[in-house]
């Protein structure tokens, strides 16, 4: 068996129902559904677990993974089982595209509540043998992506505060265990 390398990339987007009584805040989504997501993608693993999690509490969520597909497959379910989800395909890990997400949340749902920051990769390999190209590539995901989109966030709450709107928002990070099993 050869080394595994997932590219899970992907964020969840969460946002208070239109006229709003739901502000979906379990410990495990996000707003992303928008950035590289992961516990495999959003479109898979636990990042899409969030996103059924978090619609089935009735909040609107935007699902973002560079794999429309697998997004699109979340949205669906969603969508089946009577909750609203789009897809997103921003790159979490580019700054500036990482901002579409966070806009297409207020967008489509009119507000922004919730940014759940779950992507991740990996690059099964020892230390030893972990090329930089390796570590740059999990630090853009693991720690730029989770930056990039909660930045983008931060901003737009910090912008409706000093409108003078009361702000009730969350940025949730969370993680998969894979790497405590070394």
């Known amino acids: 068996a050869g080394a ?25 989504l996000a707003l992303g559904g928008l950035e590289r997501l992961g516990g495999r993608q959003i479109g898979g693993g636990l990042g899409a677990e969030h996103a059924r999690e978090y619609a089935r509490a009735g909040a609107n969520v935007v699902v973002n993974d560079i794999n429309r597909d697998a997004a699109q497959k979340v949205v669906d379910e969603i969508i089946a089982a009577g909750g609203k989800a789009v897809v997103n395909t921003s790159d979490i ?34 230390f030893a043998s972990l090329t930089e190209a390796d570590w740059d590539a999990i630090m853009a995901v693991h720690l730029k992506g989770h930056f990039c989109i909660s930045s983008h966030a931060v901003h737009y709450w910090r912008d409706q505060s000093k409108a003078g709107k009361k702000v009730d928002a969350r940025i949730i990070n969370t993680t998969s265990g894979a790497g405590l099993q070394g």
């Open 93 to 126: 890990t580019n700054y500036a595209d990482s901002e579409n997400a966070v806009k297409q949340a207020i967008a489509e749902f009119g507000d922004l509540h919730v940014v759940l920051n779950n992507a991740g990769i990996n690059r099964d390999r020892m």
């Open 4 to 28: 595994v390398e997932e590219e899970d990339h992907g964020e969840l987007l969460a946002g208070r129902q239109v006229g709003g009584h739901v502000d979906a805040v379990l410990e495990g």
